[in-house]
């Protein structure tokens, strides 16, 4: 190969890199690495600090450590198990290395009054400090070389310097052979992306380790970072572009919605018409919809995304209503009824159905008969056969892949129009940096008969006041949801749901309340919901299978067990399912006796205020962007580089040349997208 002929990483397999043959090869294909600039690209997770050089006698137990000394003793045991012991000692002690599972050769590497070096974690063994496989390097004098090594995400069959020397390999074709990392991105102001990836992997020994990990300082970091969010945007952006090119049904005719807002015993808040009027103008257009409705717990998106359904129902069309989970079907399923004033035109769908009745539902769809079809994942599967489905709504759409969206969408001839909603308010910063090609629309205000829900918290020492508060509201005619975390058997400290059975059933009456969790069958969940909707439950214990979209106008206070263990924004989902009614109500979050600095810190938040959208702010700030929005289930991007908080002076950049960027030709802006989210590609096909 010529040293000016330049040839790019992402076209050479990674076979081409020395050390990788085809079992290595095939090892590495589990973690996505196929060419040489996927290796490049397989960055670091965190960072191993070899930086200072210990004494030996002042090792603590389960310290990471970094030793020089001089190989005193080597011996070789078979009893109780094959191992291999090897003492070593500095001015100021000595410890033992202890190695299990060797090559028969190694006995001979360690030579009684070699110098050697060595980094591990150090133990407290039946022979005193010792360290259980180290790793260790011979030396001849002692000069100490600082190191600042890279930890890799792994698979079977390769190892920490198997990775490293891998990488190292790679790093040296980029550096003397003319392999070159394409860099996509127009003229900017950091660091050019080359320099950046060698400096991540092999990070200055005089350096922060924290500066090259999300959120750090370094300029290597922030390049590669600015890179990332960008094919985020432009991921975005792309499906925006080519949905202008895509031609879908349009709707205007408004006279069945407005016929459902006449029947209603309340009026639509500022929030909601305004909502309504953006989604009503996308249906009207021919470009196919992408759009998501944000709301606050109770804010009323449901009612919006029916009156919106409408319009697609007036023209003949279908509409298919995607929920997470039967309970929520089954909810939306009697709201449309009761708006829509019929239930001929609507089918449930669900996987509980029998047969028969199936048989029946896939034959009205097809026919063209039912126009709104509402379940779960029933409604995508391959025995349903849309006769013109022109809608799709996915309601809590963070529970959704993009590869269900593909599903349901492949059910239409055309491109359907699409709404998503969701009940987690995201986060404006966030909306700016991973939304940014999506639109959105708001209800921020909630209906103004919604009662303000006073949150207090409690510590388990005083669970008898509670029961007795307990007590006295139920006798006044008050329900309760009584919610408890799933743990697993060794947290012998946590009130589990059997627990919390076992103190109920001393305190209350067996009539007085039911259990329902997410392993039960659908039919039982239905009957113990609609037991308690008809008032003849008064407390319902449960797990968080409540958490979503559950509406009992008369349950007006929830008791949330080991509180501490949730995230802000399941809280506040959790408490939204009081304050429905009429009554005052009430949440009380129970919680260990002694709470963590940021336990505490998360109860005082959802305490102090029932804005969701604060809450989801404050929790984008405890918890970062990870934990919000992650890939597996929403097909929004867990950043590796970005950070939403400490890379916001990055946005306008970003903004800047990914417009620059969707200017180009389509190839170039797949391989940015693909070389940072793969998954993203399909979005365009959503």
């Known amino acids: 190969m010529s040293s000016n002929q330049k040839i790019e990483a992402s076209s050479l397999l990674v076979t081409t890199v020395k050390g990788v043959g085809e079992k290595v090869s095939l090892n590495l294909s589990k973690l996505g690495i196929q060419t040489i600039e996927d290796l490049l690209f397989h960055f670091p997770i965190n960072y191993q600090d070899r930086t200072k050089l210990n004494k030996i006698a002042a090792l603590e137990p389960d310290q990471e450590f970094v030793v020089q000394g001089v190989i005193e003793k080597v011996s070789q045991t078979f009893v109780p198990r094959k191992m291999l012991l090897v003492k070593i000692k500095d001015t100021t002690g000595h410890i033992y290395l202890r190695f299990f599972y060797y090559f028969p050769g190694l006995r001979n590497v360690f030579k009684e009054g070699s110098k050697i070096q060595v980094a591990g974690i150090s133990r407290l063994g039946r022979y005193g400090l010792e360290t259980i496989h180290p790793d260790y390097e011979l030396i001849l004098n002692d000069e100490f070389k600082p190191q600042i090594l890279p930890k890799y995400r792994l698979t079977k069959g390769i190892s920490q310097q198997k990775m490293r020397n891998l990488i190292q390999a790679a790093i040296e074709l980029v550096k003397n052979k003319g392999i070159e990392i394409q860099d996509y991105l127009p003229k900017n102001s950091l660091k050019p992306l080359n320099e950046a990836i060698i400096n991540l992997h092999q990070p200055n020994p005089h350096s922060n380790i924290n500066e090259y990990l999300i959120g750090g300082a370094s300029e290597f970091r922030r390049r590669v970072a600015l890179e990332e969010i960008i094919a985020n945007k432009i991921s975005y952006l792309s499906v925006r572009e080519q949905n202008k090119i895509k031609k879908t049904h349009c709707f205007s005719d408004k006279k069945l919605a407005d016929q459902i807002l006449r029947k209603l015993s309340f009026n639509l808040t500022q929030d909601q018409e305004n909502a309504y009027e953006e989604i009503f103008n996308d249906i009207s257009c021919e470009t196919p919809m992408l759009r998501l409705l944000q709301g606050d717990v109770g804010s009323g998106k449901t009612i919006v995304a029916a009156l919106i359904a409408s319009s697609i129902v007036a023209d003949n069309k279908q509409v298919a209503i995607l929920a997470p989970t039967t309970i929520l079907a089954n909810q939306h399923y009697h709201n449309f009824v009761q708006w829509f004033g019929c239930d001929d035109e609507i089918e449930l769908l669900t996987s509980k159905i029998a047969v028969k009745e199936k048989r029946q539902i896939y034959q009205k769809i097809q026919s063209g008969k039912t126009k709104i079809i509402i379940g779960t994942h029933a409604v995508f599967q391959k025995d349903v056969v849309y006769k013109n489905l022109s809608l799709v709504i996915y309601d809590e759409q963070h529970r959704f892949g993009v590869s269900q969206r593909l599903k349901l969408k492949e059910k239409s001839e055309n491109f359907p129009h699409q709404l998503l909603l969701s009940a987690t308010p995201i986060p404006r910063t966030m909306a700016m940096g991973v939304l940014s090609g999506l639109d959105v629309s708001t209800i921020k205000s909630l209906p103004p008969n919604r009662k303000p829900i006073v949150t207090s ?100 206070i929830m008791v949330i067990e080991n509180s501490e263990r949730f995230g802000l924004s399941q809280l506040h989902q959790l408490r939204g399912r009081v304050g429905r009614g009429e009554r005052d109500s009430f949440c009380i979050l129970m919680h260990s006796d002694a709470l963590t600095e940021l336990a505490e810190q998360r109860l005082n938040i959802i305490s102090s205020t029932t ?76």
């Open 457 to 556: 918290t409690l510590p388990n020492k005083r669970r008898g006041a509670l029961i007795s508060r307990i007590k006295s509201a139920i006798s006044e005619g008050a329900q309760v949801y009584w919610v408890c975390p799933l743990i697993d058997e060794s947290e012998t400290e946590l009130i589990g749901i059997e627990d919390l059975e076992k103190i109920l059933s001393k305190e209350f009456k067996p009539d007085d309340y039911q259990i329902i969790h997410g392993k039960m069958k659908d039919a039982d969940k239905e009957r113990i919901l609609r037991a308690f909707k008809d008032k003849k439950t008064k407390i319902l214990l449960a797990t968080t299978v409540i958490e979503v979209g559950i509406d009992v106008p008369n349950a007006n």
């Open 611 to 686: 804005d969701g959208f604060v809450i989801a702010e404050e929790d984008l700030t405890l918890r970062g962007p990870g934990d919000i929005l992650g890939l597996s289930q929403t097909g929004q991007p867990s950043f590796n580089f970005y950070d939403l908080l400490a890379d916001e002076k990055l946005q306008s950049e970003a903004n800047k040349l990914a417009l620059e960027i969707v200017k180009m030709p389509i190839e170039t802006q797949q391989k940015i997208v693909e070389r940072w989210f793969p998954a993203h590609l399909e979005l365009s096909d959503v």
